[in-house]
């Protein structure tokens, strides 16, 4: 969580709390504005987890300077070598798992052993990535004219701004900066302002691996006044951002002003859709993990769950009685199954939207309050929250809440289903629990949707899979995988003749 502060770095060191400068061409410099902010602990805002600098404009220009001067050794070191750095900086993350996980959950809240999940992922993208050092194909074909040789070759694309949210602080930006590196990018990020730390980890183990200075540069602050100035940077040739659609629609207008290339990955309204023929003990479980997991701050969320009407009252009584016995508490207690969310505001929001459901009709089945009693009041705790019986008009089954409010709709079949599934501005992920293989592929098909899962919830993505959505979710390109090495490289087809002589393509066909 972020709070304003305004002072010299050094005034606001106190007790253990360490204070983080911005980190440009290899060196840990002070924000340009002279102003910090603290990055407090979600469960117990008593805790000051450290403090980092609120940058402006001017750093911006300074890290895409230092950016744009590695750009042209970087570019030149061998693929395979960059992806050695990347190997090797995997093998620390994976020594350091415990330690930055426990930094993660004393930042944002998440419970220890899902900050352990984001770690790995980071792992997991660091070794697929080194592996692509290796690989990064393209193709060579035939000339259509004789003795001339055709191919096409993935080049970089110079500096690469990179903007995050929170919800997953390591492991995002290990998706769009392992990826840009080994391609031979140099990067400057602007983490989310409310979990810096997640990422000067991740960039601690690229650096003590032998990332050479200016290759990944960090400015932390606002989005505003760093995410704005990086996205507008004459010298930034590619923007990737993910947040909330509307922070999405701001970034890429202005990214297209330059012709940068964008890619957005933005928010979800992910449906779960049980049918009658469901095991139900599993698809229990799953919603509850899918809806509560990450205190529902996932963009892949199971917010919404379809339930069609044989099973409807069996399913909403068990999951209601389950959704009850969640523990909420500070996610270092290796107990707890749901931690506070990130900070005041998007409580607020929570919060707002419980009333918002109960003002349209729906029913409140369980939780809707703010826990604010004993260890509770440092933090910002709340219940996990139901509705059911919801229609799929409501704002609570349309709008993005990012909370632990997950919304329960009745459905007469799968067609019906589908049709309330795709029936929001939304398309990331989406699921359906049944033992029908027929209905598992109609709808394997008719989701429209970046991911369709079958018998499990909405959210486990896996890193070399494409990861991104349809609709408000995105502008059609994909992270993980080979999705991330075709956007953080351009085509560069390449033709060698050696006739000795003038071949004019199209026009001098031979016989
Ligand atoms: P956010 O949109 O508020 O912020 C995201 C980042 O954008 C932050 O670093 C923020 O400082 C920056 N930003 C804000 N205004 C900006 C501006 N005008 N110019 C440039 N940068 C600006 O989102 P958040 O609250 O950090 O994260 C939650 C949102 O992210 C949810 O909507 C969630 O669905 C989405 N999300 C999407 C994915 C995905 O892959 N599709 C993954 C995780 C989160």
Redesign the pocket.
């Known amino acids: 969580m972020a709070t304003e502060t305004v002072g010299t770095p050094a005034s606001l060191a106190s007790g253990n709390t360490k204070v983080y400068r911005n980190f440009i061409d290899g060196e840990w410099v002070e924000s340009s504005t002279g102003e910090t902010f603290e990055d407090r602990n979600p469960a117990d805002t008593r805790e000051v987890v450290a403090i980092f600098q609120k940058s402006g404009k001017d750093d911006v220009n300074a890290a895409v300077e230092a950016a744009r001067l590695a750009f042209e050794r970087w570019r030149l070191v061998p693929a395979p070598r960059r992806a050695e750095i990347v190997f090797l900086a995997a093998e620390m993350l994976a020594e350091r798992k415990e330690e930055y996980s426990r930094d993660m959950t004393r930042e944002m809240g998440k419970v220890i052993k899902e900050t352990r999940g984001d770690t790995q992922e980071a792992i997991d993208t660091a070794y697929y990535m080194a592996g692509e050092g290796r690989r990064m194909f393209g193709p060579t074909t035939p000339s259509e004219l004789p003795n001339k040789f055709a191919m096409a070759v993935r080049h970089p694309l110079g500096v690469c701004g990179m903007?995050?949210?929170?919800?997953?602080p390591m492991a995002?930006p290990s998706w769009k900066l392992l990826p840009a590196i080994v391609c031979g990018n140099t990067c400057v990020i602007?983490?989310?302002?409310?979990t810096p730390l997640s990422t000067f980890n991740l960039v601690r183990a690229l650096v003590d691996a032998g990332l050479p200075k200016g290759v990944i540069n960090i400015v932390t602050?606002?989005?505003?006044s760093?995410?704005?100035p990086?996205?507008e940077h004459p010298e930034v040739r590619a923007i990737s951002?993910?947040?909330?659609?509307?922070?999405?629609r701001?970034?890429g207008v202005?990214a297209a002003k330059s012709f940068k290339h964008c890619s957005l990955?933005?928010?979800?309204k992910n449906p779960m859709i049980v049918l009658d023929d469901a095991n139900l003990d599993l698809a229990i479980e799953g919603g509850l993990w899918g809806g509560f997991g990450t205190t529902g701050?996932?963009?892949?969320?199971t917010s919404r769950i379809i339930v069609q009407k044989g099973v409807y009252r069996e399913f909403v009584d068990r999951y209601v009685a389950r959704a009850k016995k969640l523990k909420i508490g500070n996610g270092l207690d290796e107990t707890v199954d749901v931690g506070p969310a990130?900070n005041e505001a998007?409580l607020k929001t929570d919060l707002s939207y419980v009333d918002i459901g109960r003002d349209e009709g729906a029913k409140l089945a369980c939780g809707g309050n703010r826990l604010d009693k004993g260890d509770y009041q440092y933090g910002f705790f709340m219940e996990p929250t139901v509705f059911i019986d919801v229609d799929s008009k409501m704002r609570i089954a349309q709008e993005?809440i990012?909370g632990p409010v997950v919304s329960i709709l009745p459905c007469d079949g799968l067609e019906d289903a589908i049709e309330i599934a795709n029936g929001v501005e939304y398309g990331?992920s989406s699921s359906l629990y049944t033992r029908d293989v027929n209905k598992a592929f109609a709808a394997m098909r008719d989701l429209y949707a970046g991911i369709t899962y079958i018998n499990a919830p909405t959210i486990g993505a896996e890193v070399h899979l494409p990861?991104?959505?349809t609709k408000a979710?995105?502008n059609g390109h994909r992270?993980g995988g080979i999705g991330a090495i075709d956007f953080y490289t351009e085509w560069k087809s390449v033709y060698i003749d050696y006739s000795d002589k003038l071949q004019r393509a199209q026009i001098d066909r031979p016989e």
């Open positions: 903007i995050t949210p929170w919800n997953f995002i602007k983490p989310a302002q409310d602050g606002f989005g505003a760093v995410g704005g990086l996205t951002l993910t947040g909330s659609t509307a922070v999405g701001t970034v202005t990955e933005l928010g979800g701050q996932r963009c892949t969320a990130i998007q993005e990012f990331l990861f991104g959505g979710t995105g992270e």
